[in-house]
C-alpha cells in the first residue's frame, strides 16, 4: 500500500512540473471536398518539387499549395505507402509496386513489378511502408520484404505477420504483430534478448533521441533501450499515450517529439520545458484518428488522418489561442498573468487559469480594454471600470465603457477614454480617485498626452480635439483642431504615439500638430512609409503593428529605417475586430485579440518571405512553357508555387502588360480571361508592405481569332473577290438597264414635249381665240358706249326741238318740223334691247360677284351700279333708265344705303373693287 501511494505521489511530483499548454500552433485542415478524394489518408511525404504527396485509398494527392491533383493506378487498387527519392514518388499497393514522375504538369506511373511473379497467389499482400537502407528500396508487406537495386528484386519471406519496419541508424527492426521486435541482418532476423515486453504488442515507430532508442507502441506506451534492456518511459503522459493508442511517432528539431494516436489526436512533447500540447478536435482537429506524419522543408507537420488532411505550423513564430466552445465569445483585450490570462471578451471579465475558464463575478456584458499599471490590471468593461491583482477583481468606478487607458509621456498620470469623456488618475497607487475632464461630455475613443496642461482626445465618431486645461485639470480651451484644418473626412480619427510624437491618422493620412499655424499638418516621414494604413497599434518605442489592405505588419523601427514583417492573412481573415485591434506585450511577445480567441507573436520575428516562385501555366488543361501561344478566348491559369506552406509563404501581387496596379495573388493563383489577340506578359512581385520586389515573370501570346487566320483570311479574299466579281457583273447589268431606260425615257420625253407642244399650241390658239373674243367684246363695248353716245344725243335734239317750240310761234310750220324731226331720230326698240344685252354680257362677271356679295339688289339697282362703274354721270344716265336726273340721284342714294356705304364712301370706287 506505502508503495503505491510512493508511486502515486511521485507521478503527482512530476505531473505538476507539466502543463498542458492552450497557445497552440496555426492548423490548416483540408477535407474531402478540398482535395476531391477519399478518406484515409496513409502517408504523407514532399517531393523535390517541393509539392506534397500523399497515398490517399484509391488516389495518389499532389499538393503544390495552389492546386490540388488526383492519380489512379491503372489497376485501381488502394495505395497504402510512398516514399520520395529523387524526382520518383515511389508508391505500395495491393501486389503492386512502382514509382510516379511529373512531366508536362501530370503524373505518370512506372510498375515494376508488371509481367513479375512476385506475390504468392493465396496471400492478398499489400505495401504497408516503402524505406530506403543500403543504397536499395525496400517495399514491405505484410509477409514480405521486396528489395529493389534499380534493376532487380530480392523478396524475403518472413515466418511471421509482421506490421512494420524500422530503420535507426544501420539497423533495421521488424516488428512482429505477436512474437515482439526483430532486428534484421541480411536476410536473417533476431529477437534481441529482454525485449519479450514487446510480445502480443505492436510497434508503430522506433526512433532514436539523443543516443537512445525509443520504441512506441499501440497500448503499451513508449520504451527507451537502456543497455540492451527496455524500459518504460518515465514520464505521466506515457499513461495518457497508453489509452490514446500510439499509430506514428517522431522526433523533430528544438528537442520535441510529435505523437499522433488513434483517438486523442496528436501530442506534441518538448523536452526543454517538459510540456507538451494536444491538438485534437476540442480545439482544431477535424479528426483524432491520426495514421501519418510527415514533414515540409520548414520542418511543419502534415498529418494524414482517418478523414482528411492537416498542416500544422509547429515551427511558426504564431501560436493561437482558440475558443471553439463559443464561452468567451469575440475577444476585445487580453492579458497574460501567473498561469494564464486574463481576457475582456464582449461576454464579460474572464480568467484562464491551469487550463480552465472562469468568468470573474458580476463582469457580465461588454469588457473593452485591459492595460497594466505595475502589477495592477486595470479593465474598461460597460458598467464601469475594474481592477485585477492576484487572482482578485475589485470594482473602482462606475464610469461606463472604459475604451483605452493610456500612460502620459510626461509624467505618471493615465488618461482613459470612455463613453462620456476622458477621466484622469493622477497617482496609480490608487486607482479609485480620478478626476474627470470638464467640457469634453461626449464618446471618447482614443486619450494621448506629450505637453503639460494639454491632451489630444479623438471622437468615436468623427472629430479630434485639443483640450488645455490648468494644473487642476480645469477646462480652459477645447478646439475642433479637425474642423480649423478644413479636413473634411474626420471619421474614426486614430491617435498614434511614436518616440513621445503624437502622430495622427486620419482618412489613411498621417497628421502632426503644428503649434504656430494651430493646424494639422501632413507628416512626411509616415506618409511616405506608411500608406493606406487603416489602422495602428503600438506595441512598445520600437514596435508596433500596422493594417494595411486588410493585412497584419509588424513593424520594427531600427533608428530612422522601418523594417517590416508580413503576418500572413490565413491567420486572422475574417477574425479582426475592426477599430478594436489592441496589443499586450508580454516579455518578448505580443497578444493581439480575435473574434474567436488571440495570437501570440514573437516580438523580434522577422519573416524573410522565400522569393524563389515557379510558375506553372494551364491552358485548357495543359500545362504550356514561358513565351508559348494559346488560343483566344480561352482560359490561362497560371500557379504561382512559393514551395512554402508555412509563415514564411511570400505576399504575392502581379501586374499584367505593365499596368499600373498591382493585382493581389490570391491562393496563388492567376485567373485570366478575354484577352487581347497579341503578346502578354505577367510579372509576379513580392509585397513586404513597403516595397515590391520583382520575382517572376511569364510571357505568353494569345493567338489571332480562329475568324482571322490564314485560312479564314483567304476565304475573306475568296469572299470580297466574288463579290467585286458579282458586283461588277450587276453593275454591268444595271447600266445596261439604265441604258435603257434612258433610251425609254427619252423616248417619253420626246412623247411628252410633243403633247406639251400640242396643248401649248392649242393654248396659243385658245389665247387666240380669247383675243379675237375680248376684241370682239371691246368692239361691241365701243358700241354700246356710241350707242349711248347717240341716245344723249338724241335726247339732247329732242331738248333743242323742245326750246325752238318754245321759241317758235308759227304752230303749224313748227309741228310740221317737229314731227319731221322727231321721226328721224326715233330709237329704234330692238337696239335698245341690243344695246343692254351686250352691256350685260360685258358686265357679266361684275354683275356675278355684285349678286353673291349683295343678293338684295335688283336688275334696276345692277343697272345703276354697272352704269356707275362706267363712270357716267346722273345726267347721262337719267335717259338711259328712263329717268329724271333727280331720279338718278335718289336711286343712288338708295343703293348707297344697301351697299351699306357711309357718306365719306366713293360709290363708283367701291363698284371697280368688286
Given at each position: 500500500m506505502k508503495s503505491t501511494l510512493l508511486k502515486l505521489f511521485f507521478l503527482f511530483l512530476i505531473a505538476s512540473q507539466i502543463q498542458a499548454q492552450e497557445l497552440l500552433p496555426f492548423v490548416e485542415n483540408y477535407n474531402k471536398s478540398d482535395y476531391q478524394g477519399d478518406n484515409q489518408i496513409w502517408n504523407v511525404a514532399q517531393g523535390k518539387d517541393n509539392a506534397m504527396y500523399f497515398a490517399n485509398n484509391h488516389y495518389l494527392l499532389r499538393y503544390d499549395g495552389v492546386m490540388w491533383?488526383?492519380?489512379?493506378?491503372?489497376?485501381?487498387?488502394?495505395?497504402?505507402?510512398?516514399?520520395?527519392?529523387?524526382?520518383?514518388?515511389?508508391?505500395?499497393?495491393?501486389?503492386?509496386?512502382?514509382?510516379?514522375?511529373?512531366?508536362?504538369?501530370?503524373?505518370?506511373?512506372?510498375?515494376?513489378?508488371?509481367?513479375?511473379?512476385?506475390?504468392?497467389?493465396?496471400?492478398?499482400?499489400?505495401?504497408?511502408?516503402?524505406?530506403?537502407?543500403?543504397?536499395?528500396?525496400?517495399?514491405?508487406?505484410?509477409?514480405?520484404?521486396?528489395?529493389?537495386?534499380?534493376?532487380?528484386?530480392?523478396?524475403?519471406?518472413?515466418?511471421?505477420?509482421?506490421?512494420?519496419?524500422?530503420?535507426?541508424?544501420?539497423?533495421?527492426?521488424?516488428?512482429?504483430?505477436?512474437?515482439?521486435?526483430?532486428?534484421?541482418?541480411?536476410?536473417?532476423?533476431?529477437?534481441?534478448?529482454?525485449?519479450?515486453?514487446?510480445?502480443?504488442?505492436?510497434?508503430?515507430?522506433?526512433?532514436?533521441?539523443?543516443?537512445?532508442?525509443?520504441?512506441?507502441?499501440?497500448?503499451?506506451?513508449?520504451?527507451?533501450?537502456?543497455?540492451?534492456?527496455?524500459?518504460?518511459?518515465?514520464?505521466p503522459l506515457n499513461e495518457t499515450l497508453k489509452a490514446a493508442t500510439i499509430n506514428v511517432a517522431k522526433f523533430i528539431k528544438n528537442n520535441k517529439l510529435v505523437i499522433g494516436t488513434g483517438n486523442r489526436g496528436l501530442f506534441i512533447y518538448d523536452f526543454n520545458t517538459d510540456t507538451y500540447k494536444n491538438i485534437d478536435r476540442n480545439n482544431v482537429l477535424k479528426n483524432n484518428s491520426v495514421l501519418s506524419i510527415g514533414f515540409d522543408k520548414e520542418n511543419d507537420l502534415w498529418l494524414g488522418l482517418d478523414n482528411g488532411i492537416t498542416h500544422v505550423e509547429i515551427n511558426s513564430p504564431i501560436s493561437f489561442f482558440y475558443d471553439n466552445s463559443g464561452l468567451l465569445g469575440s475577444v476585445y483585450s487580453v492579458a497574460a498573468i501567473d498561469k494564464g490570462y486574463l481576457i475582456a471578451s464582449n461576454h464579460g471579465i474572464f480568467e484562464f487559469v491551469s487550463g480552465k475558464f472562469k468568468m470573474m463575478p458580476n463582469t457580465q456584458g461588454q469588457a473593452w480594454n485591459i492595460t497594466k499599471i505595475n502589477n495592477k490590471f486595470i479593465i474598461g468593461h460597460n458598467d464601469g471600470n475594474f481592477c485585477y491583482e492576484n487572482g482578485s477583481l475589485v470594482k473602482i468606478n462606475n464610469i461606463n465603457g472604459g475604451w483605452n487607458l493610456s500612460k502620459s509621456s510626461i509624467n505618471n498620470t493615465y488618461f482613459q477614454s470612455t463613453y462620456s469623456g476622458v477621466l484622469v488618475y493622477d497617482n496609480p497607487a490608487d486607482l479609485t480617485q480620478y478626476k474627470i475632464i470638464n467640457d469634453l461630455?461626449?464618446?471618447?475613443?482614443?486619450?494621448?498626452?506629450?505637453?503639460?496642461?494639454?491632451?489630444?482626445?479623438?471622437?468615436?465618431?468623427?472629430?479630434?480635439?485639443?483640450?488645455?486645461?490648468?494644473?487642476?485639470?480645469?477646462?480652459?480651451?477645447?478646439?475642433?483642431?479637425?474642423?480649423?484644418?478644413?479636413?473634411?473626412?474626420?471619421?474614426?480619427?486614430?491617435?498614434?504615439?511614436?518616440?513621445?510624437?503624437?502622430?495622427?491618422?486620419?482618412?489613411?493620412?498621417?497628421?502632426?500638430?503644428?503649434?504656430?499655424?494651430?493646424?494639422?499638418?501632413?507628416?512626411?516621414?509616415?506618409?511616405?512609409?506608411?500608406?493606406?494604413?487603416?489602422?495602428?497599434?503600438?506595441?512598445?518605442?520600437?514596435?508596433?503593428?500596422?493594417?494595411?489592405?486588410?493585412?497584419?505588419?509588424?513593424?520594427?523601427?531600427?533608428?530612422?529605417?522601418?523594417?517590416?514583417?508580413?503576418?500572413q492573412e490565413k491567420y486572422y481573415k475574417g477574425t479582426l475586430i475592426n477599430d478594436n485591434l489592441r496589443i499586450f506585450k508580454t516579455q518578448n511577445h505580443y497578444l493581439l485579440n480575435l473574434d474567436d480567441g488571440f495570437i501570440s507573436l514573437q516580438l523580434k520575428y522577422v519573416n524573410k518571405q522565400n522569393s524563389n516562385v515557379k510558375i506553372e501555366a494551364f491552358n485548357e488543361e495543359n500545362l504550356i512553357s514561358n513565351d508559348s501561344k494559346i488560343k483566344y478566348n480561352t482560359e490561362l491559369k497560371i500557379n504561382v508555387i512559393s514551395g512554402i506552406y508555412g509563415a514564411s509563404k511570400p505576399n504575392l501581387f502581379y501586374k499584367i502588360n505593365k499596368s499600373k496596379d498591382f493585382i493581389q495573388i490570391s491562393n496563388g493563383l492567376i485567373e485570366l480571361n478575354n484577352l487581347s489577340s497579341g503578346y502578354h506578359s505577367v510579372v509576379v512581385y513580392k509585397h513586404d508592405g513597403a516595397n515590391y520586389e520583382k520575382v517572376s515573370t511569364f510571357d505568353f501570346k494569345v493567338a489571332e481569332p480562329w475568324y482571322f487566320s490564314i485560312w479564314m483570311v483567304m476565304l475573306y479574299l475568296l469572299i470580297v473577290g466574288a463579290v467585286l466579281f458579282f458586283y461588277y457583273k450587276w453593275n454591268k447589268l444595271r447600266y445596261m438597264q439604265k441604258l435603257k431606260l434612258q433610251a425609254e425615257e427619252l423616248k417619253h420625253q420626246r412623247e411628252i414635249l410633243e403633247m406639251e407642244l400640242k396643248a401649248e399650241n392649242e393654248l396659243n390658239v385658245q389665247e387666240y381665240e380669247k383675243h379675237i373674243l375680248e376684241l370682239e367684246l371691246q368692239t361691241k363695248s365701243s358700241e354700246v358706249a356710241g350707242k349711248s353716245l347717240s341716245i344723249a344725243k338724241q335726247s339732247e335734239m329732242i331738248e333743242n326741238i323742245q326750246s325752238i317750240l318754245d321759241s317758235e310761234k308759227d304752230f303749224n310750220k313748227l309741228k310740221s318740223e317737229i314731227k319731221k324731226a322727231i321721226k328721224i331720230n326715233e330709237v329704234n326698240k330692238h337696239e335698245w334691247e341690243t344695246f343692254e344685252t351686250n352691256l350685260n354680257q360685258i358686265h357679266n362677271e361684275f354683275i356675278i360677284n355684285l349678286s353673291k356679295k349683295f343678293p338684295n339688289l335688283t336688275?334696276?339697282?345692277?343697272?345703276?351700279?354697272?352704269?356707275?362703274?362706267?363712270?357716267?354721270?346722273?345726267?347721262?344716265?337719267?335717259?338711259?333708265?328712263?329717268?329724271?336726273?333727280?331720279?338718278?340721284?335718289?336711286?343712288?342714294?338708295?343703293?348707297?344705303?344697301?351697299?351699306?356705304?357711309?357718306?365719306?364712301?366713293?360709290?363708283?370706287?367701291?363698284?371697280?373693287?368688286?
Open positions: 491533383e488526383k492519380y489512379t493506378l491503372p489497376n485501381k487498387t488502394i495505395i497504402r505507402s510512398i516514399m520520395i527519392e529523387g524526382d520518383k514518388i515511389y508508391s505500395g499497393s495491393y501486389k503492386e509496386f512502382g514509382y510516379w514522375y511529373r512531366k508536362e504538369g501530370k503524373m505518370h506511373y512506372v510498375s515494376i513489378t508488371k509481367n513479375l511473379r512476385l506475390f504468392d497467389e493465396k496471400d492478398n499482400e499489400e505495401i504497408w511502408k516503402i524505406f530506403k537502407f543500403n543504397g536499395s528500396i525496400y517495399f514491405q508487406s505484410f509477409n514480405d520484404v521486396f528489395i529493389y537495386n534499380g534493376k532487380h528484386i530480392q523478396k524475403i519471406r518472413f515466418p511471421f505477420l509482421i506490421s512494420y519496419c524500422f530503420v535507426v541508424d544501420n539497423d533495421v527492426y521488424v516488428a512482429s504483430v505477436e512474437k515482439g521486435l526483430f532486428k534484421m541482418s541480411g536476410a536473417k532476423i533476431a529477437n534481441p534478448k529482454g525485449w519479450n515486453i514487446l510480445k502480443n504488442t505492436v510497434v508503430h515507430a522506433v526512433e532514436k533521441y539523443q543516443n537512445k532508442n525509443y520504441i512506441f507502441t499501440q497500448k503499451k506506451g513508449i520504451f527507451i533501450v537502456e543497455k540492451d534492456r527496455l524500459v518504460p518511459w518515465n514520464n461630455s461626449k464618446p471618447i475613443k482614443y486619450v494621448a498626452q506629450n505637453k503639460k496642461n494639454e491632451i489630444w482626445a479623438a471622437d468615436n465618431y468623427r472629430g479630434l480635439y485639443r483640450v488645455v486645461f490648468d494644473d487642476n485639470y480645469k477646462t480652459k480651451k477645447v478646439e475642433n483642431i479637425t474642423q480649423q484644418s478644413k479636413i473634411k473626412n474626420d471619421f474614426g480619427v486614430k491617435i498614434f504615439e511614436f518616440r513621445k510624437e503624437i502622430l495622427f491618422l486620419i482618412n489613411n493620412l498621417w497628421y502632426t500638430y503644428n503649434s504656430i499655424t494651430n493646424n494639422l499638418e501632413e507628416n512626411e516621414q509616415f506618409n511616405s512609409n506608411f500608406k493606406n494604413i487603416t489602422d495602428v497599434v503600438s506595441i512598445d518605442e520600437d514596435h508596433f503593428v500596422v493594417l494595411q489592405n486588410g493585412i497584419l505588419y509588424h513593424i520594427h523601427a531600427n533608428g530612422n529605417k522601418f523594417i517590416w514583417n508580413i503576418i336688275p334696276k339697282d345692277i343697272k345703276l351700279c354697272i352704269y356707275l362703274k362706267m363712270n357716267l354721270s346722273s345726267k347721262e344716265i337719267a335717259p338711259m333708265m328712263n329717268i329724271s336726273f333727280r331720279g338718278v340721284e335718289l336711286h343712288r342714294y338708295r343703293l348707297r344705303k344697301k351697299l351699306n356705304l357711309s357718306q365719306e364712301d366713293n360709290l363708283s370706287k367701291f363698284l371697280l373693287s368688286v
